[in-house]
């Protein structure tokens, strides 16, 4: 919760902008970049927060960009990003497959290609021979802060599994691609634990890839970092971080015999804690011994805690500006569905959390939601995406207009 957001400021963007509303703070995701700037390139993993106004800031500060889909290389292009053979590129693309309108658009682009799959190496080099490559491994181990953001390992379908690496090669070298990098993303939260496991098995496929006769000039650790949605919860000392994987690189370094540049691939470091989701008192009921707060934001705007049992700490804003002894209280959004809680836990929908008594009108703070929040919302429940706003300072702007149900029809009318 490191966002600088007073009780005051949110009461004027709710009357300026209205409520359910993004709001991020620009001062602590510059704060979050200058943390990680020991790495030679931060290549924002924009999946987290892919609003146009957050790339320009990113880019602003001179942090590039990753892209998994045709429609963020064009959100990428469009905040100022270039990509071409300039290294590092503005622009990389990572997945594991193409369709064909994001092939046809990174050859375009020439936006280098972090391959998950060989398929994807000889989809390119049929197309675009000398196209710059990195291969994203799946060293065969993983972690993550649930099974389903946990990327290595047998059960992910991400990456080249590590035994392939020389087929791989083999494939870049068939079609005279040009290799930049070896890369590794296992998940997201990191795992001290797991982290020297990491960058030894980083060092082994540098060996393996000289040993079949090929160069790279960069190593990206990927992202993961985690933050401390929890009090409590540790701190990533980003120092000690940089540190394990500067010692890899400069093994891999000895093996090759000349500098390797070192990227970092952070999505919810840069952003999560710069963001809230603002959402209005609508009703409050009890049922049975529940206490239920009901507010105009969904599962269609924040997904998190539906879909992993997520943690977000809450701030209850009362009009009166009181606070009043807290009680249990199970904050509940407008969807139709019963899953639409905000306070889960692991096992129950329904987890009754000490918050502030609201009654109508009183403004709930959702926080850490920067990152996977807005990019993750959806239309269900025929719901228009809400507005997200930047705060700078003093000043604020409207980055993100509220869509329309009129613009959601427009979709169907007429066919
Ligand atoms: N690089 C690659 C290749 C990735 O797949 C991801 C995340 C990242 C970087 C950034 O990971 P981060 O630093 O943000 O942990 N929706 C989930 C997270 C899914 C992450 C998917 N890949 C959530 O809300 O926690």
Known sequence: MAHRFTPDQLWTLDRTYGTPLWVYDAATIRERIAQVSNFDTVRFAQKACSNVHILRLMREQGVKVDAVSRGEILRALEAGYTAGDAEPSGIVFTADLFDAPTLDCVVE?????????????HQLGERSPGHAVWLRINPGFGHGHSNKTNTGGEHSKHGIWHTDLPAALAAIRQHGLRLVGLHMHIGSGVDYGHLSEVCGAMVQLVRTTQAAGMDLHALSAGGGLSIPYREGDAVVDTQHYFGLWNAARQQAEAVLGHPLALELEPGRFLVAESGVLLAEVRATKD????????????????????????????????????TPAP?????????????????????????????????????????????????????????????????????????????????????????
Request: glycine share 10%.
């Open 327 to 415: 009680r249990p209280t199970v904050l509940a959004g407008p969807l139709c569905e019963s899953g639409d809680v905000f306070t889960q836990g692991d096992g129950g929908v329904v987890q009754p959390r000490p918050l502030t008594p609201a009654t109508v009108g009183d403004l709930v703070v959702l926080h850490d939601t920067g990152a996977y929040g807005a990019s993750m919302s959806s239309n269900y429940n025929t719901r228009p995406l809400v507005a997200e706003v930047l705060v700078d300072g003093d000043a604020h702007r409207l980055i993100r207009r509220r869509q329309t149900v009129e613009e959601l029809l427009a979709l169907e009318r007429g066919l």
């Open 109 to 121: 682009h020439r936006v280098p290609v972090n391959a998950g799959s060989i398929d994807m190496l």
């Open 287 to 322: 049922v049975g011994r529940n206490h239920f707060v009901l507010v105009d934001a969904g599962f269609n705007e924040l997904m998190r805690p539906s879909m992993y049992g997520s943690f977000h700490a809450m701030t209850v804003l009362r009009r009166d500006g009181s």
